[in-house]
């Protein structure tokens, strides 16, 4: 005779079921974004620094680095990324910081379109560090560390609330013009770029 047909108080409850089920699905979600295959292969002594002060003693290591996207440039049979470094928190997600260690060039092998891949977007990368190029940043000449992409993490934009009514920038009615709209109570979400 089976448990449940002995005890019926032993079988699982609609609500332990979907405990269950939640905890499933939130414990899944906050792995981290880099594959656990490159996150073991990545030297977590190699900090973005060391290797910006001499990226060429580091080729063919693997780094995990991530950033906001600077420019995107897309060329034959490649796309160029450029970063602004920002340091990962656990989830290799880039931290919404005003400190850098610089910037780094990463090439993937395939087309990455510039309206999604765009300026102040949250990416993070695994690759292989294949040396360095110098090149103008402004009027100073910058020695990018250079990245093969190996695989590429582009963060979603993130809501400002999920409320429907907004205390800030907003397309109604409001108390004085911004660059967008009016400041006061607004429908919502807002985006961040």
């Given at each position: 005779?089976?448990?449940?047909?002995?005890?019926?108080?032993?079988?699982?409850?609609?609500?332990?079921?979907?405990?269950?089920?939640?905890?499933?699905?939130?414990?899944?979600?906050?792995?981290?974004?880099?594959?656990?295959?490159?996150?073991?292969?990545?030297?977590?002594?190699?900090?973005?620094?060391?290797?910006?002060?001499?990226?060429?003693?580091?080729?063919?290591?693997?780094?995990?680095?991530?950033?906001?996207?600077?420019?995107?440039?897309?060329?034959?049979?490649?796309?160029?990324?450029?970063?602004?470094?920002?340091?990962?928190?656990?989830?290799?997600?880039?931290?919404?910081?005003?400190?850098?260690?610089?910037?780094?060039?990463?090439?993937?092998?395939?087309?990455?379109?510039?309206?999604?891949?765009?300026?102040?977007?949250?990416?993070?990368?695994?690759?292989?560090?294949?040396g360095s190029e110098v090149r103008k940043l402004d009027e100073l000449d910058y020695r990018y560390p250079?990245?093969?992409?190996?695989?590429?993490?582009?963060?979603?934009?993130?809501?400002?609330?999920?409320?429907?009514?907004?205390?800030?920038?907003?397309?109604?009615?409001?108390?004085?013009?911004?660059?967008?709209?009016?400041?006061?109570?607004?429908?919502?979400?807002?985006?961040?770029?």
């Open positions: 005779m089976l448990c449940w047909q002995r005890y019926p108080k032993c079988l699982p409850t609609i609500g332990q079921i979907s405990l269950l089920l939640f905890l499933t699905l939130a414990l899944s979600a906050c792995a981290p974004a880099m594959s656990k295959q490159y996150r073991q292969q990545a030297d977590p002594t190699l900090s973005f620094p060391v290797l910006a002060s001499d990226p060429d003693a580091y080729q063919g290591k693997i780094v995990i680095l991530g950033g906001v996207i600077a420019q995107t440039t897309p060329k034959p049979g490649q796309t160029e990324l450029e970063i602004v470094q920002k340091p990962l928190d656990y989830f290799n997600e880039p931290r919404l910081t005003d400190s850098s260690g610089g910037r780094f060039l990463v090439i993937t092998d395939r087309f990455l379109d510039p309206l999604i891949y765009r300026q102040d977007r949250k990416i993070t990368v695994a690759g292989e560090v294949t250079v990245i093969k992409s190996r695989e590429l993490k582009l963060w979603p934009l993130q809501p400002w609330t999920a409320s429907p009514f907004y205390w800030g920038l907003g397309y109604s009615f409001g108390w004085g013009p911004g660059p967008y709209g009016y400041w006061g109570w607004g429908p919502g979400p807002y985006y961040l770029p």
